[in-house]
């Protein structure tokens, strides 16, 4: 019963921390003029210490709290739509689609994806807020350099899985 109590504790404990650490990010994404995607892209690499030491369950419902909270405190909830539709379950998404492990589909996957969404944004941008954004004559630059920035945010995020699982997680289970 007691261990019961403890893994419940631990999982409560490890989520609000990660909870506490993605809502910094993303406030700092909030109130600073630049670097606002290195903020998502670093509370997004909080939810797969979530995956990793708990499970994919907890990391959605921890994705959940992060997005209710983050709505409500901060201040410019504009600035949220990239971190709710692909930023924070990011993490999620990669853990399943690299369990295929065949480089290519995950690949053709992952950057489906990542077009969806970036069309789904500029939906939301252009047709539900209004906003003009005139890229018609840079189109195709403009998407091949986005999913440039997509493969090195990948590439970079499975970096950074590596570096939490040699070097944090042994430090994490000795707490």
Same mark, same amino acid.
């Given at each position: ?87 924070? =379950? !990011?993490?999620?998404? /990669?853990?399943?689609? +690299?369990?295929? %492990?065949?480089?290519?589909?995950? &690949?053709? #996957?992952? @950057? *489906? ?8 944004? =500029? !939906?939301?941008?252009? /047709?539900?807020?209004? +906003?003009?954004? %005139?890229?018609?004559?840079?189109? &195709?630059? #403009?998407? @091949? *350099? ?28 000795? #707490?």
């Amino acid at each position: 019963m007691n261990n019961t109590h403890n893994n419940i504790g631990r999982k409560v404990s490890f989520g609000g921390i990660i909870t506490a650490l993605s809502l910094i990010c993303l406030y700092m994404s909030n109130i600073l003029p630049t670097n606002r995607l290195l903020f998502y892209a670093i509370s997004s690499m909080f939810i797969s210490a979530i995956v990793i030491e708990i499970g994919v369950p907890t990391a959605v419902i921890t994705c959940i709290a992060i997005d209710i909270l983050a709505f409500t405190i901060l201040p410019n909830k504009i600035l949220l739509i990239p971190y709710i539709l692909f930023f924070g =379950y !990011y993490g999620i998404l /990669k853990y399943y689609i +690299e369990k295929l %492990n065949h480089i290519v589909i995950e &690949w053709v #996957i992952k @950057i *489906l994806y990542y077009n969806s969404i970036m069309a789904l944004i =500029y !939906y939301i941008v252009t /047709k539900v807020m209004g +906003e003009t954004i %005139n890229i018609k004559n840079y189109l &195709w630059f #403009i998407i @091949i *350099l986005l999913e440039v920035a997509f493969i090195i945010y990948d590439i970079g995020y499975s970096l950074g899985i590596s570096y939490y699982n040699q070097h944090i997680r042994k430090r994490i289970k000795k #707490i």
